[in-house]
Structures are given as C-alpha cells and as structure tokens.
C-alpha cells in the first residue's frame, strides 16, 4: 500500500487532501484559486469525477470518485503531477522557492454512507471554521457540493 494512504480503484470513492508546509498558505489571491482548480482540471479531470471540493487558505479537500480504467499508479502520477505544477506556477508568481505542499498527499476510501454523510458534513464545516480569521477579516475559501449524497446512493 502507498504510504500517504489507501490505494486507489477503479469506481470508488475517496475524500483526498492536502495542505501547505508549516504555516505557508496556498492561495493568496483569487488568482490562485482560479489557476489551482484548472491545473486540477487539466490533470484530474480524466481520472476523477469530482463529487465536492472545498479550498481554504492552507489547505484543501477532494471527494472524487476514480473513473473506470484509472489504475493506483495512474491516478497517483496525475495527481502528484498536478499538485507539482501548481507549486512551481505558484513559486514563480510569488517569487518563492521553497516547497508548498507537505511531502504526499493523503486519502481515505469512502466506504458506507454514513461516513461519506460525515466527510461531506466535515469538507462543508471546514470552510465555515475558515470563515473569519482571528482579527475578523473574511478568508476566502470554495466548497462545492454536486448533490453528490444524492448521486451517489441513486436517490
């Protein structure tokens, strides 16, 4: 099994995060939001259906679902690939040089109901957590939900 997690199928679905090393933020424009999510569509968008997903200052969530054919390694190249060219864009607009992400990305198999109803209860919770920073400034962040419960179990 990879290290950062369980290893992906075919077909399943899977709450998959990241966030920055120490105390760095990953995005700290509209820009980079922007640009974050379109380097995740060029590179995940042929592997995953993108079930929710939600951004913050120093982190991020993905509830996807593999698509069919995707195998472990696949997926796993993609996505690190995609997580790679996002810092480097980000290191250069920023002038920085330093690594942005912690070393693996992680996930968790979404395996009953009742824990994909608290992974999206804990994706839509974190953004509200990040709502307001301690001296009152609104943090931007982005959560997505595709009615996805309802997708998922076929009601």
């Known amino acids: 099994m990879d290290l950062a997690g369980e290893i992906f199928e075919s077909g399943k679905i899977y709450h998959s995060y990241s966030k920055a090393i120490g105390k760095e933020v990953l995005f700290l424009n509209d820009e980079n939001f922007k640009y974050f999510l379109k380097r995740y569509d060029d590179y995940c968008a042929e592997i995953f259906e993108t079930l929710a997903y939600c951004l913050i200052p120093n982190h991020f969530h993905f509830l996807v679902r593999v698509k069919d054919g995707s195998s472990n390694n696949v997926v796993v190249k993609k996505f690190s690939n995609f997580l790679n060219s996002y810092s480097k ?61 309802k997708r998922l179990l076929g009601r």
């Open 89 to 149: 864009a980000f290191n250069k607009s920023h002038d920085r040089s330093a690594a942005l992400f912690q070393r693996k990305f992680k996930r968790k198999i979404i395996s009953s109901e009742s824990y994909l109803t608290r992974i999206i209860l804990y994706i839509h919770l974190s953004t509200s957590l990040w709502r307001i920073s301690g001296n009152g400034n609104i943090l931007p962040s982005i959560l997505i939900l595709h009615n996805c419960q």
